[in-house]
């Protein structure tokens, strides 16, 4: 078998540029193949860690855009529509809800932040429910709030360091001269709560003027409860929408599920594409070499050993734009990342295309098989050459 490998490997090095060009056309089939399969599992698992980082399952806010509510949930949107705090006993008094955190979002424009300014985003939470539900917040330095209505606040990492605020420094909300104290900053999350200001929600009620509002009510549901029905009941509520995190799953999914079947399709394209590129090769290789297969077949050479040496040729092809493949694949993750993120209308944090050793070994699996049956037909051609033609055609 050793012989026969380097016999087929010695012949492809005939035309080293025909056999470049079909093992780079097979690895850019197999670098678009792994790529997606990457990005398939990559969004879906960064899209799922982002809404477990919520700590809630669902959100209520005001009646208004629900794609607006689903910005505010996954993006840290401002949420411009207000509801009246008077909501978040009758919810927490649903038997299936475990917890509620109430919350407000106020946004303010910072002339001080670069050449044109920037906004910053102060959430008013609770400071007995929220740093609970929101179990993965960790603290770089400092503590949450010492008092429900103190005047302080707890910097995201991002925010923080835009800021240039330590613990104990003072923090100045534009337009409104007002001073807080800087009590925690948070360990980095690769979320919207990075770039937040957390401050006790009476603190931002008073400071905004928005006494008894909240843009938004988290609701943490008990594992046994029926989320359907309660979902149900909830929806029927007045002046308020209900987005569930599993619809707003459902739904960037379904959207990007659309740009996935696009993407597949190409793919599909050009691996059957670097098939035809296969075949053609290694039919062109058995047309120039019709003689030279005559004469091995004379000299006792069997049919079956010409078969052999012609498929092992295909599947050396195969297998080497496989593993080009694989390896561009790998090494070119983050660039393709980062288109995909320019494309997409939404991309959640963290890694969106996810390549491991695994599914570089599937994809070279998948690249061999078609490298296994695209040369059953050039390797059946050739073993079926007589001998004796050939040679007379040689001669004439």
Not at 223 to 248: C, G, H, T
Request: glycine content about 10%; hydrophobic content about 50%; charged content about 20%.
């Amino acid at each position: 078998m050793i012989g026969i490998f380097h016999i087929a490997y010695k012949n492809l090095l005939r035309k080293k540029t025909r056999s470049v060009l079909t093992v780079l056309g097979i690895a850019l089939a197999a670098w678009v193949l792994t790529s997606l399969l990457g990005f398939n599992r990559g969004y879906q698992n960064s899209l799922n860690k982002d809404i477990d980082n919520l700590g809630y399952q669902m959100l209520v806010t005001a009646k208004g855009c629900p794609y607006e509510a689903a910005t505010l949930m996954l993006k840290g949107g401002t949420g411009l529509r207000y509801m009246n705090a008077s909501i978040v006993d009758s919810i927490a008094a649903q038997p299936e809800v475990e917890s509620v955190t109430p919350m407000l979002m106020q946004a303010v424009f910072d002339p001080n932040k670069g050449e044109s300014g920037g906004i910053s985003a102060y959430l008013g939470v609770d400071p007995a429910t929220f740093p609970r539900m929101k179990g993965t917040l960790a603290m770089k330095s400092g503590a949450w709030f010492t008092d429900p209505a103190a005047r302080e606040a707890v910097l995201g990492y991002e925010a923080a360091e835009l800021e240039q605020r330590e613990v104990d420094d003072m923090l100045l909300i534009p337009d409104l001269d007002v001073e807080i104290r800087v009590v925690g900053v948070l360990d980095r999350t690769g979320t919207q709560d990075d770039g937040t200001i957390f401050m006790p929600l009476a603190a931002v009620q008073e400071i905004f003027g928005q006494a008894g509002e909240l843009t938004g009510i988290g609701i943490k549901v008990k594992p046994e409860a029926d989320i359907a029905a309660f979902e149900e009941r909830m929806y029927r509520l007045p002046d308020v929408q209900v987005v569930s995190l599993s619809q707003v799953r459902n739904t960037i999914m379904t959207l990007v599920s659309t740009a996935k079947v696009m993407v597949f399709s190409i793919a599909i394209i050009a691996v059957l594409i670097s098939v035809v590129g296969v075949v053609n090769t290694i039919l062109m290789s058995v047309m120039e070499r019709r003689q030279e297969i005559g004469i091995l077949k004379a000299m006792g050479a069997k049919a079956r050993d010409i078969f052999k040496l012609i498929w092992l040729e295909t599947v050396i092809l195969c297998a080497a734009g496989g593993v080009v493949g694989s390896a561009l694949a790998l090494g070119t993750a983050k660039l393709t990342e980062v288109f995909i993120r320019g494309v997409l209308p939404f991309a959640p944090s963290g890694g969106l295309v996810a390549i491991e050793w695994t599914l570089a070994l599937f994809t070279l699996g998948v690249v061999t098989l078609i490298g296994i049956l695209s040369g059953l037909y050039p390797s059946w051609k050739a073993g079926s050459v007589r001998p004796l033609e050939t040679i007379r055609s040689e001669v004439e």
